[in-house]
Nanobody, 115 residues
Framework: QVQLVESGGGLVQAGGSLRLSCAASGSIFAINAMGWYRQAPGKQRELVAVFISGGRINYADSVKDRFTISRDNAKNTVYLQMNSLKPEDTAVYYC?????????WGQGTQVTVSS
């Protein structure tokens, strides 16, 4: 059974940094995409950053030059380094993996940025 476990969220002041981690357990074959989404109160879930098969990385325009996605394949872990955080980055952040046969989500980790 596949599980995604996020960690690293918390409360930070504007301008600060956080690093999120997502550890995947279980067997996942033929991964097409791996990345991070977020959902703020009253808003739809949106893409933050994602690795796409073939090596491409996509970022939301709102986080470009501030957030960096990375991964450690040996540890089945994907990271999101978030710098220069803004209050509008406040949301629950979800790890996501899309394989050829299924889509997996983590339970989410809260990120709150105070002004």
């Amino acid at each position: 059974q596949v599980q995604l476990v996020e960690s690293g969220g918390g409360l930070v002041q504007a301008g600060g940094s956080l690093r999120l981690s997502c550890a995947a357990s279980g067997s996942i074959f033929a991964i097409n995409a791996m990345g991070w989404y977020r959902q703020a109160p009253g808003k739809q879930r949106e893409l933050v950053a994602v690795f796409i098969s073939g090596g491409r990385i996509n970022y939301a325009d709102s986080v470009k030059d501030r957030f960096t996605i990375s991964r450690d394949n040996a540890k089945n872990t994907v990271y999101l380094q978030m710098n220069s955080l803004k209050p509008e980055d406040t949301a629950v952040y979800y790890c996501n993996i899309v394989s050829r046969i299924a889509t997996y989500w983590g339970q989410g980790t809260q990120v709150t940025v105070s002004s």
